[in-house]
Each structure stands twice: as structure tokens, then as C-alpha cells.
């Protein structure tokens, strides 16, 4: 308790370095307990300005009085980090207040209007109460009521719309009595499955278990209308539960033809009080339109008036996914009025989506000026593509940080390696061809797998149910990076790996074989992708589907899911080609540090691993592994060559490794590697070429080189034979190109060389 030169003031001791007195001396410490039913004279005492004061919880007005007082009571939420430690209560202002004062019986005292003006006989009435305040600050201080008044600054709701500063204001409203079902709401939320399951006990949960009644009207012109009548004479009430209980009432008058029951029609509908025969008007409110969303399973059939059998097959729901704001939203109305109304949950499954927000994590907004609008990704990537990101990027339940970069490197990755793969595929089996049919229907032609059909095969039914299994348990986000997993194995390994099988000349069974498997796997993709990117897969379908077998169904989506067949899974051989692709890349990485590119054969390639086992692995897929990093010899330590043998400082080697393996490749160069490198060289040279004439795929060709570099024309004599099968030369001269021929030059073993080619004579 303070002491100044006219007056005492009261307030927290922990506070009051903080509210810095000034001209006042500490008079003596009393605790809070002794000042709770202390008397006090409120600063304005509302019966002096014809204002009513309403007791609680009754509302009946209070007597006026002069020379009003208020009592001091406690509460434990008042703050000793800032103000005073006195705390004023409106119980017409805020919900905290307004608890306060129905459980100690304070008094309702509401000096505002609906438009936020100040009523009664104060200096100030008829003003919006912000422009009131410097009003009632002038007051309080010519009647030395005020010691100080400053600025805080706070956050404070404002109008979404044309940013008004709200008002908290107490008015009476319907409620829904949601905390009676609270047990059956809890005990429902028990049997929904929650994808995250975390939701389920954690947020809804919560929600649950603090429910509070359903504040379910709404003063608006829009909306359902509450279809509660009252008497104006003895204020009965009168909730009508159906158009023909509203037609069954006595004196009624108003109904609108044709039927509408919206507003204003409905206001005008009145009818007789069945207690005293006074007039029915119903209420004005509407109700909340999350109560409308919440009555949608019931709604959307119009039932129990009618559609009975569909209501019944439908109801519960087998999914619902929105995002998990709607915890208190949608999942929750929902919820609540189907436990009212049949004691059950209306969906047994959530799914419960995080936010988009942007590239930073943070939330978009037009001030901001971080949304990303839809339409130009949509114009320029396509729907399919923007789709896919979405699912395969971040995990459906976690906020989603929108990147155009990381949309278009999905594409990259993932839609056109697929696509790349798809026009290879239809690239050779249109100029072979290939029937699909005949490999199943014509016994006499029956594909010969090689293993890496087979490991392919038994990577796409892995596949298969793996994707089956994610799905079962709505996770299309593991589905896709699994299926994404899977096109990038079958482009960079199996179609890589056997390109030669499609372009060669001999129509065998190999390279049937080789047609059937990717054709399968391209195929089985179109179905496992059509739930992700509908518009691709479809195109995929009808065109490898459709266009050969006109019996087929006619969409991708009218197909049944596939089905894993088991018998072709074999996960031995799927994790030794994965050792052997992560013994290849770290084999290319040994090259890139030695500066030596794949096309250069190298004499070996030594590998560590740790066991015997990879050891057989990798030994079972060396020739796969010597021809993708192009090495003549491969040596495998298993467990027993441990440390020793590896050539780790020699500098004939280059070496890459990570955690588990180590891979060293031998750099010294012979005439005849150095030779082979110039072939392979050549060929890559005319193999663009041909694609820069637009040369057809299929077209044969004449080549024409000329050099000083005697190295050069030997490579071109003993390799002859492999350049023109690789480039479809027919023939290789020496010598200068007609008129015509398309050219290049090109530097090779520091010497240039002039290549040229043209389109073979179609006699030849
Ligand atoms: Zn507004
Ligand atoms: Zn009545």
C-alpha cells in the first residue's frame, strides 16, 4: 500500500519497481486474501447514466442505487508479470470475465450497442467505444481518478474484412448440449482409425475430452434458419422437426408457395401456442454452418424422409481426409452430431493432412506476397505432374513447404525418366513390331528371360505389393516413393543394361524376352500410377493396352489394382543387383576422381566387401557389373582378403568408398585399352550425329572419316566391325564425304578428325 500527497494506492509488491511511482512512499504490506470483499466505488456507477445492471446468472435487472460498490474478489489468473496485480472484471466483455462473474455472482453491466456505441447519459455516448477512450480518460482525470495512462501494445481481433476493431460481447445464444454425449463422443473416437495415428488420442482427442457445449447459433441473414418457434405471449417454445409437423399446426399462416423455408419466407410463418393460443414466431438466429456441414451424411439424402436403403448402405463413411484444422471443424460437427443422433462415428477412417506453406515454412498470404497461384503450375507442369509432387514430396501429415524447384526436379525425376522410358519402349516395338499377344497366345514363340528379366520381374511384384500394402495403409506417400524408386531402377539399370537386346537385328527369343518384360513393367506401372496421375496412366494404357488389344477395357481406371504374384519375387536376387548398381556407382565415382570416363576400358576394378555372401553376390553379377563400368576384370575380397590385398595407395589406382564398401579401379592405360576408348569414342560421336542429321532410328548409314592420326584410322580398322554395328554403318571410308553428307569435326588423342555421314542407298 502506497502513500501519496492525496491518495493511497494498492498493488502487487513484485510489480512495483515495474509501474515506477513516483512522489509516493510504501505505507505497510497486506496480503491479497485481506482485501477480497473489500468495498470499492466503481468509476462510473451505471445508474447514474441510466444504464441497468443485470444480476447473474438470472439477468434480472438490480435496483438502481446511489452510491453504489463493488466487492474485491480473488482469482488466480491475474498476471504478476505486467500491470498492477489489480485487475478490473466486465463480465459483458470477454468469456473470462464473463465465467468469473456467473461463479461469484457479479453483475452484468452493458454500456454498448450492437453497432458498438456507447449507450446511456455519458458524456461520451453515441461514440464507438475506441473513439470514446481519450473521452473517458479526459473524465477520469479532471476527477483525479486517473494516475497514469499509457499505450500497450497487445494483440486485438480486428474484421477479416474491412479490419474494424471487435468487440467482445456476452449475448444469449443456442447451445447444443454436446457435453452430456461427452463419454459416447470419446468412446466413438476409440473405434475411428487416425492416419497419423497420433491424432486420434492427441489433438482430436483433447478436443474431445475438453468439449464444450456447441455454440450453434449464428445472428446472420444467411444461413439454415433455427427451426424454433416462441410465444409471444407466454414465451413457449416450439422446435418443429419437419415440414408436415410445421403443416400440422393449428392457425398456421405464411407458408410460401412453392414451399421455401429459407429467409425471409420462414420469418413470416407464424402459428397458434399450443399452452396459451398466443402467436408462434420463430427465433431470428440461423444455425451454425458447421452444423450444417456436420449434418451432410444425413443431409445429402434427405433422410430420414426419404432415401432410407442408400443412406443405410453408405453410412458410416469409409474415409475422410481434410486438413488437421478440421480436428475442430469438420471432423469434429460431424462427429458430434452423428454420435447425437445414432450414438456412432459417421466415418471409420481420417486421414489428417498438414498445411501448404511456403518454400520457408511459412504461412502464404496475399500481404506476403508468397501464394503461389495454382493456375500458371497447373498450365505449365500440368496437373498430373503438380499432383504427383504433392504426394511423393512430403508426408501427407506434415506441413508442406511448396518449392516450384523441387516440383519441377520431381518431373525431372521421376514423370520424364518414366516417359523416357515409355518412348523407348514404343520407339523400337513399333519398328520390331512387337505384338504383345503373341507372346502369351503363340506357343512357338516363347520369350527366354534372362536374369535380369527375372530381377526386374521380381522388382515390379515386389512393387506391387509393397505399393498394395502402403495403400492399404493410406500412405500414398510411401507408394509413390516406392513406385518412383522402382522407374528409376528400370531406366538407369534395366533398360540401360540391355538397350543393345531392343536394337539389335536377330528377332529372337532374347530379344522377345526383353519386349515382354519391359512391356509388363510398363504396363503393371500405368495401373499402380493411375490412383497418383490419372491423365498419364491413361495415356500409358491406351496407348501400350488399347491400341494393340481391342478387347481390352478401355481406360487404365476401369482395370482391376494389380496383384503382387509372389512366385516371381525373389529377394535375394533383388538385393544382389542392388549391391551390384551401389558397387557401380562407387565405381564411378573411383573414375570421376581419376578423371577417366566410362568410356575408357580399364583393365580391373577390385572390390571390398564385407562378407562372403556379397562376395558371391557380386561374383554371380560380374559380367553385368564389368560391362557397366567397363573394365575387363573384376576382383572380389571377400571377409577372408580383408585389409591387405585392397590397392589402397597405389597410384595406379583410383579409389571410391563408403561405410561398408570399397572399390578401386586401375588407371594404367595399354595401347589396347587406349584403342577400344578411341572405338567407343567414335561411336558416341556418330550415334549423336545421326540424331543431329534426324537421321530415322532405323536408318543405315555410310560414314566417312579423315585424320593425320595414324592411331586413329588403325582403331577405325580393327574395330570396323563393332563401330558400324553400334552406328549402323554399313560401311566406313576413308576418304572425303560427297556433297551432302553431313559432317563434323572432332578432336581425338589431340589430333582432329573429320567424320561425316549419310543415309546408306536403300538398294545396299
Ligand atoms: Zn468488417
Ligand atoms: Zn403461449
Not at 394 to 403: L, P, V
Request: aromatic share 10%; hydrophobic share 40%.
Amino acid at each position: 500500500m502506497m502513500e501519496g500527497d492525496r491518495d493511497y494506492l494498492i498493488l502487487a509488491t513484485t510489480l512495483l519497481d515495474k509501474v515506477g511511482l513516483e512522489g509516493y512512499n510504501e505505507l505497510g504490506i497486506v496480503s491479497g486474501e485481506d482485501l477480497v470483499h473489500l468495498e470499492y466505488g466503481p468509476l462510473f456507477n451505471p445508474h447514474d447514466f441510466s444504464v441497468q445492471r443485470l444480476g447473474l446468472p438470472t439477468l434480472r435487472p438490480e435496483e438502481a442505487r446511489e452510491g453504489l460498490t463493488y466487492s474485491v474478489i480473488a482469482s488466480d489468473f491475474v498476471s504478476l508479470d505486467e500491470g498492477t496485480g489489480v485487475v478490473h472484471i466486465a463480465p459483458a466483455f470477454g468469456e473470462v470475465d464473463f465465467d468469473i462473474g456467473m461463479s461469484s455472482g457479479l453483475e452484468f453491466v452493458q454500456p454498448v450497442d450492437l453497432e458498438g456505441k456507447v449507450t446511456g447519459t455519458y458524456t461520451f455516448a453515441g461514440r464507438f467505444v475506441k473513439d470514446a477512450d481519450p473521452l473517458i480518460l479526459d473524465d477520469l482525470r479532471s476527477r483525479g481518478l486517473l494516475y497514469r495512462s499509457e499505450t500497450i501494445i497487445h494483440t486485438y481481433p480486428f474484421c477479416w474484412r474491412c479490419e474494424t476493431p471487435l468487440l467482445y460481447y456476452a449475448k444469449p445464444a443456442w447451445y447444443i448440449r454436446t457435453t452430456a454425449a461427452k463419454g459416447e463422443l470419446i468412446s466413438g473416437n476409440a473405434e475411428i482409425d487416425w492416419y497419423p495415428d497420433y491424432i486420434k488420442r492427441g489433438r482430436f482427442g483433447d478436443w474431445l475430452k475438453n468439449n464444450v457445449d456447441w455454440a450453434f447459433s449464428r445472428e446472420r441473414y444467411w444461413g439454415t434458419p433455427l427451426n424454433i418457434w416462441r410465444c409471444s405471449s407466454c414465451s413457449n417454445y416450439q422446435c418443429v422437426g419437419s415440414v408436415d409437423a410445421l403443416r400440422g399446426q393449428s392457425d398456421l399462416s405464411g407458408l410460401a408457395t412453392p414451399l421455401d423455408l429459407h429467409r425471409p419466407y420462414v420469418d413470416a410463418l407464424t402459428f397458434a401456442c399450443p399452452q396459451c393460443g398466443g402467436t408462434m414466431r420463430r427465433v431470428p438466429e440461423v444455425a451454425d454452418c458447421w452444423f450444417d456441414s456436420g449434418a451432410m451424411p444425413v443431409a445429402q439424402w434427405h433422410y430420414p424422409f426419404e432415401n432410407e436403403v442408400v443412406f443405410k448402405d453408405s453410412f458410416p463413411a469409409d474415409l475422410i481426409c481434410e486438413a488437421v484444422d478440421q480436428t475442430r471443424g469438420w471432423f469434429y460437427s460431424l462427429h458430434a452430431l452423428s454420435t447425437l443422433l445414432f450414438g456412432r462415428p459417421c466415418f471409420k477412417t481420417v486421414i489428417s493432412l498438414g498445411f501448404l506453406v511456403d518454400a520457408q515454412g511459412k504461412k502464404m498470404s496475399k500481404s506476403k506476397g508468397n501464394v503461389v497461384d495454382p493456375w500458371p503450375l497447373l498450365s505449365s507442369y500440368g496437373a498430373d505432374a503438380l499432383r504427383l509432387y504433392m504426394l511423393v514430396s512430403t508426408a501427407g501429415e506434415d506441413d508442406h513447404r511448396f518449392s516450384t524447384k523441387r516440383l519441377g526436379e520431381t518431373i525431372r525425376r521421376f514423370l520424364l525418366t518414366l516417359w523416357n522410358t515409355y518412348s523407348f519402349f514404343t520407339l523400337y516395338a513399333n519398328i520390331d513390331r512387337f505384338e504383345p499377344q503373341r507372346v502369351t497366345g503363340d506357343s512357338s514363340r516363347q520369350p527366354v528371360l534372362t536374369q535380369m528379366d527375372s530381377w526386374i520381374s521380381s522388382e515390379l511384384n515386389r512393387l506391387t505389393s509393397d505399393v498394395s500394402r502402403s495403400m492399404d495403409n493410406y500412405n500414398p506417400t510411401a507408394a509413390t516413393r516406392r513406385i518412383e524408386g522402382f522407374v528409376d531402377k528400370l531406366s538407369n539399370w534395366y533398360v540401360r543394361r540391355n538397350r543393345r537386346r531392343f536394337w539389335k537385328s536377330e528377332d529372337d527369343a532374347d530379344k522377345l524376352a526383353a519386349y515382354a518384360t519391359l512391356y509388363q513393367c510398363l504396363v503393371t506401372l500405368s495401373q499402380l500410377l493411375a490412383p497418383f496421375v490419372p491423365f498419364v496412366a491413361e495415356g500409358l494404357y491406351r496407348n501400350l493396352v488399347c491400341s494393340v488389344d481391342p478387347g481390352a477395357r478401355e481406360s487404365v481406371h476401369l482395370t482391376d489394382f494389380p496383384v503382387a504374384d509372389e512366385a516371381k519375387i525373389n529377394d535375394k536376387l533383388n538385393s544382389d543387383v542392388d549391391l551390384a548398381m551401389k558397387i557401380s556407382s562407387l565405381a564411378r565415382a573411383a573414375r570421376a576422381r581419376a578423371g577417366i570416363k566410362v568410356r575408357q576400358p580399364l583393365a580391373r576394378a577390385v572390390v571390398e566387401v564385407k562378407t562372403e555372401a556379397e562376395k558371391k553376390s557380386l561374383e554371380a553379377l560380374a559380367t553385368e557389373v564389368m560391362e557397366e563400368i567397363n573394365v575387363k576384370q573384376l576382383v572380389v575380397l571377400g571377409e577372408a582378403e580383408q585389409g591387405g590385398e585392397f590397392p589402397s595407395d597405389r597410384p595406379d589406382h583410383g579409389v571410391a568408398s563408403d561405410a561398408r564398401y570399397k572399390v578401386a579401379i586401375s588407371t594404367a592405360l595399354t595401347p589396347e585399352l587406349v584403342a577400344e576408348g578411341v572405338s567407343r569414342e567414335l561411336v558416341r560421336h556418330l550415334q549423336n550425329m545421326r540424331r543431329s542429321a534426324t537421321f530415322a532410328i532405323t536408318d543405315h548409314i555410310v560414314t566417312y572419316y579423315q585424320t593425320e592420326e595414324p592411331l586413329v584410322k588403325q582403331v577405325i580398322g580393327v574395330f570396323g566391325g563393332y563401330i558400324g554395328q553400334e552406328t549402323l554403318s554399313d560401311e566406313l571410308i576413308d576418304g572425303l564425304p560427297p556433297a551432302g553428307a553431313y559432317g563434323e569435326k572432332h578432336r581425338i588423342l589431340n589430333s582432329e578428325v573429320s567424320l561425316a555421314i549419310r543415309q546408306a542407298d536403300p538398294e545396299s
